[in-house]
């Protein structure tokens, strides 16, 4: 029998802020909303600038509008600009994962927006079953196939 193995899926599917607030409140602190796949507390989350093109990018760029990282709790974290953003990319941080940039998320305005569209997200466990064509006596002795 084969070892189970647990599969999840964490991504960033859009922010939630005041647009308002964000054009016309410099060094003022901006709360935004981060949904998604597997977002908890401690998520850190950065703003950088169009320079960003991979997620590697995360780790030399600065904020954006002069702006910090920040922790998520309840999905939201506070940042402050201290000038004009142009662009809401963001630099995502799963927990101990690895920084991912985001690149033109879908941004909900909750300033104007009458009644806030939400997608709705199932989390749940998945049971996978792999099965072998063939046999492990046929991968040679000393193989890393076979120590995995």
Known sequence: MLPKFVIS??????????????????NTPVEFTFRGFGVVNGDEALFVGSN???????????????SSSAFTSGG?????????????????KFGNEPFRLYKSLPVIDIGVAVEEEEEVFVEAAAEVTLSLAGSVDTIPAGSPARAK
Do not use: I, P, Q
């Open 52 to 66: 960003a093109r991979s997620d590697e990018d995360c780790y030399s760029e600065s904020g954006t509008g002069g």
């Open 76 to 92: 939201k974290a506070t940042f402050v600009f201290s000038s004009a953003v142009e662009r809401l990319n963001v630099c995502y």
């Open 9 to 26: 899926s964490r991504a960033v599917s859009s922010l939630s802020v005041d647009l308002a607030v964000l054009m016309s409140a410099l």
